[in-house]
């Protein structure tokens, strides 16, 4: 809440960063609805977008961050994905394995925001 709000009070431009949980997300929307001029309008043009690790390499997710961003969909505030497999340690060692691992993460991802709102 408070990396959003010392951002959205220091520039016009769209602000990206994470939230801890569904509540901190409901904070931030609250905000940038203020700012807005009201949640409809935020929804037409959304200035800001959450960041959700939700992949845990190898192929696992997040519980929390999952939520987070399922509700984040719902809202229709953008989500950037994030996986970050680690080649040799929560992937194969290669850079071919690592990339296709990474491709079947951020896919997960994908259709995971696709099932909560197509």
Same mark, same amino acid.
């Given at each position: ?63 929390? *961050? !999952?939520?987070? =961003?399922?509700? @984040? ?6 989500? #950037?994905?994030?996986? &970050?497999?680690?080649?040799? *340690? !929560?992937?194969? =060692?290669?850079? @071919? ?6 491709? #079947?993460?951020?896919? &997960? ?10």
């Amino acid at each position: 809440m408070n990396c959003f709000f010392a951002a959205l009070k220091a520039t016009g431009k769209h602000v990206m960063a994470g939230v801890n949980d569904e509540e901190g997300l409901h904070k931030v929307l609250n905000l940038a609805s203020m700012l807005a001029g009201g949640f409809e309008k935020l929804q037409k043009q959304p200035f800001i977008s959450v960041i959700t690790s939700f992949a845990i390499s190898p192929l696992k997710l997040c519980t929390q *961050s !999952t939520l987070i =961003m399922q509700e @984040a969909v719902r809202h229709r505030i953008p989500v #950037a994905l994030s996986s &970050a497999p680690m080649a040799g *340690s !929560t992937s194969p =060692m290669t850079m @071919a394995g690592t990339l296709a691992q990474l491709h #079947a993460e951020q896919l &997960a991802g994908i259709v995971i925001c696709q099932l909560t709102r197509p």
